[in-house]
């Protein structure tokens, strides 16, 4: 007998003889329907997010590169990157960023390592903590920082009162705003990296000791290969945040003059028309962009990296 063929459109003749698999084509036009089956109910969410991120991405891009007249022209990079007030800003936001990332790494990286230890009750307390700790920010950390470390701050005054000699670092400086960033980072860093460490199995410690591996052994060969590309991956998160937050530093620094330069800063004052031209802050967001895509970037890679020994 026959095999039976149905067809939509012209397609390949089906294997001669008795046995032939039977062939449904799709008819035309099926995959986009099939398409629009499955992402029709995200549709409003994918329009809504191209309207405010895409849209006004391409806007600042192409305005980084438009004259007054609307003609394109690279001398609103060129103006930018000869303004000793912009190379400070930028590289001013990247040293910070690199900063804060590193310290929170570093006390992070312990404070995953002994939570994840912890039994159930004494993790979900900190967890929530910690989770508390990382939401805090922009204006209100700033009040934070004042209230505390500031000149007449509750810590200052009471280690004043103490006769133990402090003087707080200044808000509008390099360290002052580090201090501040690590409120918020270091918990973020702790949420981040916490868990990969969880799935570091215990069994895979025991088989090293049986091995007759020291713990110095096993990190080096089973543990950082394992979690280094989490940790750096977290590391790359840190950077990303640290150099565009917006409303901490401008709590903290606000116009005041010898505040640390930082590309946001700049960007505020820029909009404010006290300081720049309007064609600055688009190259400033542009170099964000830059910035942050890079980065992301490099974290996707390194995360791909390193699931595959979890899996």
């Known amino acids: 007998m026959s095999s039976l063929r149905i067809e939509h459109g012209p397609s390949p003749a089906a294997p001669a003889g008795d046995g032939a698999p039977v062939r449904f084509n799709r008819p035309p036009g099926f995959s986009v329907i099939s398409l629009l089956g499955d992402w029709g109910l995200a549709m409003p969410l994918i329009l809504v997010a191209g309207t405010v991120l895409l849209v006004p991405c391409f806007a600042m891009i192409l305005s980084s590169f438009s004259a007054a007249d609307g003609s394109l022209t690279l001398k609103n990079w060129s103006d930018t990157f000869a303004s000793k007030t912009a190379v400070d800003a930028i590289t001013g936001s990247l040293l910070l960023g690199f900063t804060v990332a590193t310290i929170a790494a570093a006390v992070g990286i312990p404070l995953s390592l002994m939570i994840a230890r912890m039994p159930g009750l004494g993790r979900s307390i900190n967890m929530g903590i910690l989770n508390v700790a990382s939401h805090f920010g922009g204006i209100g950390l700033g009040f934070g920082f004042i209230a505390a470390l500031g000149t007449y701050g509750m810590v200052t005054l009471s280690l004043n009162a103490l006769g133990i000699p402090f003087v707080p670092p200044k808000q509008n400086a390099f360290w002052g705003l580090v201090i501040a960033y690590e409120y918020s980072n270091i918990p973020l860093f702790v949420i981040l990296t916490l868990p990969a460490v969880a799935a570091l199995r215990n069994e895979w410690w025991?088989?090293?000791?049986?091995?007759?591996?020291?713990?110095?052994?096993?990190?080096?060969?089973?543990?950082?290969?394992?979690?280094?590309?989490?940790?750096?991956?977290?590391?790359?998160?840190i950077f990303t945040w640290a150099v565009g937050l917006?409303?901490?530093?401008?709590?903290?620094?606000?116009?005041?003059?010898?505040?640390?330069?930082?590309?946001?800063?700049?960007?505020?004052?820029?909009?404010?028309?006290?300081?720049?031209g309007k064609n600055y802050m688009p190259v400033y967001a542009v170099v964000l962009m830059i910035s942050a895509g890079v980065t992301l970037g490099l974290y996707q890679i390194i995360l791909r990296r390193g699931t595959r020994w979890l899996k």
């Open 206 to 237: 025991e088989a090293a000791q049986t091995a007759s591996a020291s713990r110095l052994q096993f990190w080096r060969h089973i543990g950082l290969p394992i979690l280094g590309p989490f940790f750096i991956g977290s590391w790359l998160l």
């Open 246 to 276: 917006y409303g901490l530093p401008v709590a903290l620094n606000g116009s005041a003059p010898g505040s640390f330069r930082l590309i946001t800063l700049e960007m505020a004052k820029s909009l404010t028309g006290s300081f720049f």
